[in-house]
């Protein structure tokens, strides 16, 4: 398996805990920056990392930024992406199980480091349902296509 991951100035070396996590797993990880403790924009990194997944160079993302919003709504807004902010196991387990999420996103400044790699491990572990979920993923990719969506219920 291979990831890319992706963060601002905030999460510097809060993703090299994840990226040695991650490597531990066994898992080839793609760095698309920043090293950059100063100051950096996080649409840059967002954009980066979803770019890689929606043109499947990688199999799924990671981002992180000081809240994990910011960073992981860049990401969503490219075709195909699902970027999903989680600060706790449960909600990074469903978001594969139910929303398939590509990218999993997470605050710097809100989760600590044990929880980051719990999160992460959740989401990894967890597979995608399919079934009535695909169904509501179909109306999600409907609304990006389309900018509209026929059903009503
Ligand atoms: C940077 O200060 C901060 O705005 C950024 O890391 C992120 O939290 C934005 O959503």
């Known amino acids: 398996m291979k990831l890319a991951i992706g963060n601002d100035h905030t999460g510097v070396d ?58 992981s709504l860049a990401a969503n807004k490219v ?15 469903l978001a594969k199980r139910h929303n398939n999420a590509n990218i999993i996103a997470f605050g710097a400044r809100v989760v600590g480091i044990e929880m980051a790699r719990m999160i992460v491990d959740s989401w990894l572990d967890a597979r995608f ?10 109306m999600i990719t409907e609304i990006e296509e389309t900018g509209e969506l026929k059903e009503t219920e």
């Not at 991650?22 to 403790?37: F, K």
């Open 14 to 71: 809060y993703k090299l805990a994840i990226k040695a996590h991650l490597e531990e797993r066994g898992i080839e990880v793609i760095d698309c920056g920043t090293q950059d403790r100063g100051k950096s924009n996080y649409p840059v990194y967002g954009y980066k990392v979803a770019r890689m997944v929606a043109d499947k160079e990688v199999d799924g993302g990671v981002l992180i930024c000081g809240t994990g919003i910011g960073i």
């Open 129 to 138: 349902e399919g079934g009535r979920h695909q169904k509501r993923i179909d």
């Open 79 to 93: 075709k195909g992406i699902r970027a999903c902010v989680c600060s706790e196991p449960y909600s990074a387990q």
